[in-house]
């Protein structure tokens, strides 16, 4: 969930992008304190994947 969300704000351009984007479809707007809490458990997330995505990779090229 965290990942997702944090993904979304990369991709979009920021938090000022992602806020005007919900802004604009009725939805409430995320506080910048709101997404650097969740900074941390997207990041912890996302490590283990990369990690185990580059295990995988590695025993399949040798």
């Given at each position: ?37 969740m ?5 912890e997330?996302?490590e283990?994947?990369?990690?185990e ?10």
């Amino acid at each position: 969930m965290f990942g997702s969300a944090l993904a979304s704000v990369d991709s979009l351009g920021g938090p000022s992008r992602v806020n005007t984007m919900l802004s604009t479809i009725n939805l409430k707007i995320i506080s910048n304190t709101n997404l650097k809490i969740m900074e941390q458990p997207a990041g912890e997330v996302i490590e283990q994947v990369t990690t185990e995505s580059a295990r995988i990779a590695a025993s399949d090229a040798f």
